[in-house]
């Protein structure tokens, strides 16, 4: 049971540096979304998708893009990483406005 | 705009104790999901219970229940025979129904920590 799966679990980025963060999902969902966790806060949504093709803005979208080419992946790139982009992030997916599933989060850190 | 509070950030339970963890949201909406999530120190997200807004039922998954009360804007989950597995961080969260943001929106958590 895949579910939903982050790469890379780890990394560590120089600022200006960018990178892709991959999100697959194998639950065929429409929905999936890009958090962030931050210490002693709650998960904040960056960007979102309601199918391929589309995106969105959420709570806290500058800095990142998200682009949903096939309905199975949501990709998170940062184009020019900032110390303040050190967090964790959680890809999610979801069917309709049903319970979302998460993957296991990839730990960044921007030096 | 939908709001959902956890006065508690730290909670200790003594092993096979019982514990409730408190969650307030608010909103206008009059149908939605609620949400309890476990964070264990590997930071992966779990979903524990779920709860949908229409039903009266408490909703209730072995060992944890919740005692939702629609009127008084009111989620929270009982974690009962505690574990030392169940020391975590707990969020509470909610999600309108239907809709295309369909957005889930977290409270700040509650950190438990389980005494053997």
């Known amino acids: 049971n895949a579910g939903v799966t982050q790469t890379p679990k780890f990394r560590v980025l120089k600022t200006g540096q960018s990178m892709t963060l991959l999100c697959a999902q194998d639950?065929?969902?429409?929905?999936m979304y890009w958090y962030r966790q931050d210490p002693g806060m709650g998960l904040r949504l960056i960007h979102y998708?309601?199918?391929?093709?589309?995106?969105a803005k959420g709570e806290v979208p500058d800095g990142y893009n998200v682009s949903r080419l096939k309905k199975q992946n949501f990709l998170l790139g940062l184009e020019s990483a900032a110390p303040s982009q050190t967090s964790v992030y959680f890809c999610a997916s979801s069917y309709g406005g049903n319970t979302i599933y998460f993957g296991e989060g990839s730990w960044l850190t921007v030096v | 705009a939908q709001t959902v509070t956890q006065s508690q950030p730290e909670m200790s339970v003594q092993e096979a104790e019982t514990v409730t963890l408190s969650c307030t949201y608010d909103?206008?909406?009059?149908?939605?999901?609620l949400f309890w999530y476990k964070q264990p120190p590997s930071r992966q997200m779990i979903l524990v219970i779920r709860?949908?807004?229409?039903?009266?039922q408490n909703a209730t998954e072995n060992r944890f229940s919740v005692n939702f009360q629609k009127a008084a804007k009111s989620f929270s989950l009982k974690i009962s025979d505690s574990q030392l597995g169940d020391a975590a961080m707990y969020f509470c969260a909610y999600r309108r129904a239907g809709g295309a943001t369909n957005k889930l929106i977290f409270g700040t958590g509650t950190l438990l920590a389980v005494q053997p």
């Open positions: 998708s309601v199918g391929e093709g589309t995106t």
């Open positions: 709860q949908e807004a229409y039903k009266q």
């Open positions: 909103t206008s909406e009059s149908d939605y999901y």
């Open positions: 639950m065929n969902h429409e929905y």
